[in-house]
């Protein structure tokens, strides 16, 4: 069955830099167009990244680019979000997903404070 397993959450300070991982298994991860969101407390949940199958093109919230990299490795199937300059509002619970299954993994924190 299809599997997806975040990691790399933690607490950093402002301005700091955290590097997300996401392990998949059980679908065509090198023909899927892969997501990275994250749901804050008391908000809804919100594409972060975006990523094309060979990798060619990424997308990001206006809230997120110049700061975060969507990037993948095929030959792992896994995802990854490098974050830099990270910022208080960026804490939340982060996720991976294929954009084409309903499958969420459990996610990982990431909680950004001094």
């Known amino acids: 069955q299809v599997q997806l397993v975040e990691s790399g959450g933690g607490l950093v300070q402002p301005g700091g830099s955290l590097r997300l991982s996401c392990a998949t298994s059980?679908?065509?991860?090198?023909?899927?167009?892969m997501n990275w969101y994250r749901q804050a407390p008391g908000k809804e949940r919100e594409l972060v990244a975006q990523i094309t199958a060979t990798g060619g093109t990424t997308i990001y919230a206006a809230s997120v680019k110049g700061r975060f990299t969507i990037s993948r490795d095929n030959a792992k199937s896994a995802l990854y979000l490098q974050m830099n300059s990270l910022k208080p509002e960026d804490t939340a619970m982060y996720y991976c997903?294929?954009?084409?299954?309903?499958?969420w993994g459990q996610g990982t924190l990431v909680t950004v404070s001094s």
């Open positions: 059980g679908f065509r991860f090198s023909i899927a167009i």
């Open positions: 997903k294929a954009a084409n299954l309903e499958v």
